[in-house]
């Protein structure tokens, strides 16, 4: 497992989690019990999909989020395809079946973990999220052997820059000045 405390980058999948209230203690003010809350909070991962597709690729990432701060991935959990990005010109039948090849080529990497732990949460961003082809697509193969994830996706421009602004204002009170590394918390 890898601590993933706010150092100035921040990984979209975790700011994604963040941005939709995943994973953060109640009262960051409060410092040793705000990690108290996330070490308890921590013991049970939930596996994720992460979707990507602006005008210049499509990805798909699949880590398992204990709390935004202590997460695991995997490289056989990342999917990318710059050749699929919603900037296509032609989004014929055959890209749209490409694109589904990769979410499900992304799954069968891993059908023991699919069948354990299937994505309780997908999180949808970018530009070409609106194209309604694309949003049957997804849920289509979201729900890969009755698989039936909560989809976030009102807000695709701008979730990981919301999550990343909440992780920044918690930083502060998490670890002030950088003096103390805020994973001696677990």
């Known amino acids: 497992m890898q601590y993933r405390p706010f150092s100035g980058v921040t990984y979209q999948f975790t700011a994604n989690y963040v941005a939709n209230g995943l994973g953060l203690c109640s009262n960051y003010t409060d410092v040793d019990g705000c990690w108290e809350e996330l ?6 991962g ?9 005008n210049d690729s499509f990805a798909v990432e699949w880590p398992e989020l204990h709390t935004a701060y202590y997460w695991y991935i995997v490289p056989s959990r990342i999917n990318q395809d710059n050749e699929l990005g919603s900037g296509t010109p032609d989004r014929t039948d055959k890209h749209w079946e490409l ?3 990769r ?4 799954i069968m990497r891993r059908p023991g973990s699919w069948k354990s732990q299937p994505p309780s949460h997908v999180f949808v961003t970018g530009e070409g999220t609106e194209d309604e082809t694309f949003r049957l697509l997804l849920r289509e193969a979201c729900a890969f052997r009755g698989n039936d994830p909560t989809f976030y996706e009102s807000d695709a ?3 990981g820059a919301k999550g990343s602004a909440e992780l920044a204002k918690r930083a502060v009170y998490l670890n002030p000045e950088n003096r103390d590394p805020v994973w001696r918390h677990y």
């Open 39 to 44: 070490h308890r909070g921590s013991k049970q």
């Open 46 to 54: 939930e596996s994720v999909f992460n979707i990507r597709y602006t």
């Open 99 to 101: 694109m589904r090849g």
């Open 103 to 106: 979410i499900l080529e992304l």
């Open 157 to 159: 421009k701008f979730m």
